[in-house]
T-cell receptor, first 114, second 113 residues
C-alpha cells in the first residue's frame, strides 16, 4: 500500500463549481498534513496546513482531516481557471519516525473549465 | 516570488563539469532540504539539514554533495552528473524537521548534456 495516495486525475470541474480533492495515508501515527499547489514548470506552493480533526478554512480553500479514517481532503469553492494546477497532498509522520519526514502523494491534476 | 531564493534558475552542464546550486532563506528556519523532481512526479527528498547538520541522506549518489555553510545557506555541489540527473532541483526550508510546513524556492532547472 502506497503511503500517501491521491487520484491522479485529471479532475475537471466547471468554473464556479466546488472542486474536491482527496488523499488517504497509511501511517496512523501521522501528525500533520499539508496541501501544495504546483503549476506546470513551477515549484510547489503551500496553500493549507491542518493538524487536528475537522475543517480548516482559508478563503476559498477548506481542508478537512479525519484521522480515524486516515483521510484528508481539500475543497476549493468557486473554482477559477487559475486554480488549474496539480495539487500535492503531503503527510508528516512526526519525530521518531526515522524516515523521510514529509511524504508526498503523486498529486491530482485539476482542470477548471471556463 | 518566494522567501526561499535559489540560484541559478536554469543550468546546462556537461557530464564532466562541476557546478553548484545555491539556496538562501532569511525566515529563521533551522531545517533545510534538497529535493529532486522529475516531470509529472512528486518531489523526491535528497538531503535534510537540521541546525546545519546533515540529518538525512536518502542514499543519494556521491556525485551530489550537499553543504550547509550557515543557518541561512544551503549548497548542492554537482560533479560528473548523468543525463538522468536532469530535473528540477528544489530547495525548501521549515522551522523544524517534523510537523512544520516546508516552504519551497522556485527551483533550479538542470539539464545535463
Amino acid at each position: 500500500q502506497k503511503e500517501v495516495e491521491q487520484n491522479s486525475g485529471p479532475l475537471s470541474v466547471p468554473e464556479g463549481a466546488i472542486a474536491s480533492l482527496n488523499c488517504t495515508y497509511s501511517d496512523r501515527v501521522s501528525q500533520s498534513f499539508f496541501w501544495y499547489r504546483q503549476y506546470s514548470g513551477k515549484s510547489p506552493e503551500l496553500i493549507m496546513s491542518i493538524y487536528s480533526n475537522g475543517d480548516k478554512e482559508d478563503g476559498r480553500f477548506t481542508a478537512q482531516l479525519n484521522k480515524a479514517s486516515q483521510y484528508v481532503s481539500l475543497l476549493i469553492r468557486d473554482s477559477q481557471p487559475s486554480d488549474s494546477a496539480t495539487y500535492l497532498c503531503a503527510v508528516n509522520r512526526g519525530e521518531g519516525s526515522g524516515n523521510t519526514p514529509l511524504v508526498f502523494g503523486k498529486g491530482t491534476r485539476l482542470s477548471v473549465i471556463a | 516570488d518566494t522567501e526561499v531564493t535559489q540560484t541559478p534558475k536554469h543550468l546546462v552542464m556537461g557530464m564532466t563539469n562541476k557546478k553548484s546550486l545555491k539556496c538562501e532563506q532569511h525566515m529563521g528556519h533551522r531545517a533545510m532540504y534538497w529535493y529532486k523532481q522529475k516531470a509529472k512526479k512528486p518531489p523526491e527528498l535528497m538531503f535534510v539539514y537540521s541546525y546545519e547538520k546533515l540529518s538525512i541522506n536518502e542514499s543519494v549518489p556521491s556525485r551530489f554533495s550537499p553543504e550547509c555553510p550557515n543557518s541561512s545557506l544551503l549548497n548542492l555541489h554537482l560533479h560528473a552528473l548523468q543525463p538522468e540527473d536532469s530535473a528540477l532541483y528544489l530547495c525548501a526550508s521549515s522551522h523544524g524537521v517534523f510537523n512544520q510546513p516546508q516552504h519551497f524556492g522556485d527551483g533550479t532547472r538542470l539539464s545535463i548534456l
